[in-house]
């Protein structure tokens, strides 16, 4: 490692879903706040290990649907005032209003579908190109069929000698420290 390389973090190698589970457990109750899992399918109760909080996109998403919702029904309103849809008869501004409800449904969904999409990429700061983790020799077999559990160099318990000898004791393979 040279001097001008910044510590990312340290990574270990587990086989199997229940020793990564485990290990992550460990890791929490050790005190480390910021460790990650790079498994090749999800794991169940992982998040709860690792203390994943709850994501605000379901939120991200409302306030879209919500907004396209008013944006599309104010649209139709306003273009109504101007030219009136004469439906069976009936020229009044609310009677024609069973006409518009397509529209605002399909904008409603788009709307959502944008804010859900823009809200994902924000939150998970895409696009991302690069990871540290990619430098890992075997760190590709996360997606095929080995677990990696990261403990981040940012978080406010970790020493890199530490945190390795702690990755090592609780059953980590091949526990590497990772710099950027």
């Given at each position: 490692?040279?001097?001008?390389?910044?510590?990312?973090?340290?990574?270990?190698?587990?086989?199997?879903?229940?020793?990564?589970?485990?290990?992550?457990?460990?890791?929490?109750?050790?005190?480390?706040?910021?460790?990650?899992?790079?498994?090749?399918?999800p794991?169940?109760?992982?998040?709860?290990?690792?203390g994943?909080?709850?994501?605000?996109?379901?939120?991200?998403?409302?306030?879209g649907g919500?907004?396209?919702?008013?944006?599309?029904?104010?649209?139709?309103?306003w273009?109504?005032?101007?030219?009136?849809?004469?439906?069976?008869g009936?020229?009044?501004?609310?009677?024609?209003?069973?006409?518009?409800f397509?529209?605002?449904?399909?904008?409603?969904?788009?709307?959502?579908?944008?804010?859900?999409?823009?809200?994902?990429?924000?939150?998970?700061?895409?696009?991302?190109?690069?990871?540290?983790l990619?430098?890992?020799?075997?760190?590709?077999?996360?997606?095929?069929?080995?677990?990696?559990?990261?403990?981040?160099?940012?978080?406010?318990?970790?020493?890199?000698?530490?945190?390795?000898?702690?990755?090592?004791?609780?059953?980590?393979?091949?526990?590497?420290?990772?710099?950027?």
């Amino acid at each position: 490692m040279s001097t001008t390389e910044k510590v990312w973090g340290v990574v270990s190698r587990f086989d199997n879903p229940t020793d990564i589970l485990a290990a992550a457990e460990k890791a929490r109750a050790q005190g480390y706040k910021k460790i990650d899992v790079h498994s090749p399918f999800p794991i169940h109760g992982i998040e709860k290990a690792i203390g994943v909080k709850a994501t605000p996109l379901p939120w991200i998403s409302l306030l879209g649907g919500t907004i396209g919702c008013l944006v599309a029904w104010y649209f139709q309103y306003w273009t109504t005032k101007d030219y009136p849809m004469i439906i069976s008869g009936k020229p009044g501004l609310l009677d024609s209003t069973p006409a518009w409800f397509v529209i605002v449904f399909c904008f409603t969904i788009l709307l959502c579908a944008f804010a859900t999409l823009g809200g994902f990429m924000v939150l998970n700061d895409f696009p991302k190109f690069y990871s540290p983790l990619h430098k890992i020799k075997g760190f590709e077999r996360a997606t095929d069929d080995q677990f990696f559990l990261v403990v981040s160099a940012a978080d406010p318990q970790f020493d890199q000698r530490k945190t390795r000898d702690f990755l090592a004791q609780i059953g980590g393979q091949d526990v590497t420290v990772v710099t950027d």
